[in-house]
């Protein structure tokens, strides 16, 4: 009951479903560009980078939400739920990102997006 509770809330406000192997290209692209961000910190324009990376960073982690709302991704249900629990955590690390732009900040961000991106990489090659 619970469980079916997340993922109906998850449903709510999302847009298209999207497979593992196009999520784990996004987070990838996405830890590139933090990573960039985070080695060019002291240049001009980080601030419009910043809100970019992380806007599409809110998109990436909205559309994981709604392919696990919708079924789309092909992983176990215990994975999806604790995909889903890394979403809401994710996006609290992005509004972290946001309101104190700071390098550390960014640095948890970054390293969540590559792990996952990681993780569900490793995840597909083995299933």
Known sequence: MIREHHFQ???CGHRRPCSTRSQVVRLE????RLMRLQRQWDQPGRDSELDAVLASSRDAWHDIQ???????????LEVRENLLILSVYAHSKIETCASHRDGQALSSLLALTRTLAGSL???R???
């Open 9 to 11: 809330q998850a449903r």
């Open 29 to 32: 692209e996405l830890a590139a």
């Open 66 to 76: 709604n392919a696990l709302a919708h079924g789309t991704l092909s992983l176990p």
């Open 121 to 123: 990489k490793e995840w």
């Open 125 to 127: 090659a083995a299933a």
